[in-house]
């Protein structure tokens, strides 16, 4: 049995590509696996066909690392200039995908001998560790999607009791990169908009109230004086830096790739060269800045490796609407559509916002190439589609990318990255549909309980919402429903 087995996924693997597979065990030899692909075939059939033949590949890699332990982890290893000389953008998405499901292992660097070997509470900045692998976490939707109430992280505690920590729910990773993009591209506006102003008020020798709307989205105003000063008082939303971090249930990151060390360290105790050498040891450890977490591994995720799953999360696709077919619930769509501006839903979870540049840049820290992609031609799909009439590029996120108060009930019990308890960034709603639970830590189980669970800013927005019959309730959850990720058949 075992032997057809065998032959089965030779062959399936045979027909499906190259006969890499063929080819001897190298012992650190960094090789791309088709493992995941960014495209997406238009037939059923054809796609059926690729989940087949990805599968037969996942399983020719098994048999691999189980002839030679460690050939999975070190065909994702390549250094940082083959990522560009040998490898396509394709690749980076298969191999970033491999570490992203990969179990990381004690050998690899899982850990550290200062942490306990796993845990649920979080030791302050230290993390866990709590899980073997990212995917463990963000599965629900497909690959890199959300994770169930089960899989909520606990940070910052005490590392021994529940209220003692920070508890989040798993957020999807779809369209990432898109996120970055705006969040830059809004950032690069803000800083040129108030830099402007500054030489203004000085040149002038004039005071200057600055209102700053940016993409249609209100940040409140700087009062700059005539010397130069900047008042930051009444800025809304935004830190005073004036950059755009649309990442993290806070809004705490700008970066998919600060993100992705961050969680590599205190989810997996797996700490990249770079991260090792220059974070705090309150984040790494109190060890040589070679083996800051003392577990005896040294570099336990290679720069080429942060690059391949940022890069992975980065090219993720892009959710979509997809109304009912049924001409009954049809209308109740179109009708949930207008109810979520008219109930001032679309105020701070703006439908859409508009970007310009589509190239997500990887700039390298250590003297390395630097990768580029264009996110409309190397996403996975689907892609982003400019408007068809006026080539205008926009982001359907849902999010004003700001931050709001949301009221007592939902407050935390601390602040949080200089945030306050009750401050959360607007969460994007685009492919809600596949991301339940709801809410920072997952406590709704359904839209309509996280709806009713809004406050402070949101407070009218919800009560008008609560205030109506029954019956009139089901075209917003209706519409809500239709914000979902692409069709796709199980992963993973
Ligand atoms: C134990 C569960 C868990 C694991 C494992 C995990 N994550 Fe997360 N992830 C979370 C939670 C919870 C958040 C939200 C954190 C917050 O807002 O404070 C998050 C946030 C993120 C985000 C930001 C998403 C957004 O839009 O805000 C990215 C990107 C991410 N994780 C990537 C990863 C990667 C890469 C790995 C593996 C190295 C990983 N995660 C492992 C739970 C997990
Ligand atoms: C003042 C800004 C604001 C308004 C108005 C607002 N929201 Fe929100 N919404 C937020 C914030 C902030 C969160 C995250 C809160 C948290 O996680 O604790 C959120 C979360 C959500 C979530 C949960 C998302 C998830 O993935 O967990 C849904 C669903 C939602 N809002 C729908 C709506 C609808 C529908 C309306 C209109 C009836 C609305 N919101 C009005 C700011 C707003």
Redesign the pocket.
Known sequence: MRHLVLLLAAVTVGCATDDAADEPLQSSEARSFPVFSPSRPDTSAAQGLQALQQDAWRRELRFMDAADPGFAFRSVRPTYGELEDRFSPEDWFSMGGQL?TMNFTEAQGFGGSDLPSMSRFHLGQRG?P??R??S???WRGGLAGA?DAA???F?RGDGETESTA?V??????FG?GW?QRLGEEMTAELQFRRDDAIAFARARGEDVRLHLEVRGVSFGFLSISRDGTVDDTDLEGIDADLIVR?????G??AD?RD??ED??NV??G?QSSWFAANEDPARVGEGPTNDPDQDGVEDELSDAQVAL?TMF?AMQDVPVELPPSGSGLLLLYARGRQDFTTLGCAECHVPSIEIEDAHYNLISRTGGPDLSINLLEAGAQPRLQPDVITGELRVPLYSDLKRHAMGDELAEPRD?AGVAADVFLTT?LWGIARSRPYL?DGRAPTLEDAIVLHGGEAQASRDAFVALPEDDRAPLRVFLTSLTRGERLASP
């Open positions: 992203f866990g709590d899980a692998r990212c463990a976490c963000h994770g899989d909520n992280a940070f920070l989040r729910n798993p957020p999807p990773l990432a996120k649309p990442f993290g249930w806070k705490a990151f998919l993100v992705v969680a590599s989810h997996h797996m799953m999360a949080d994007p920072h």
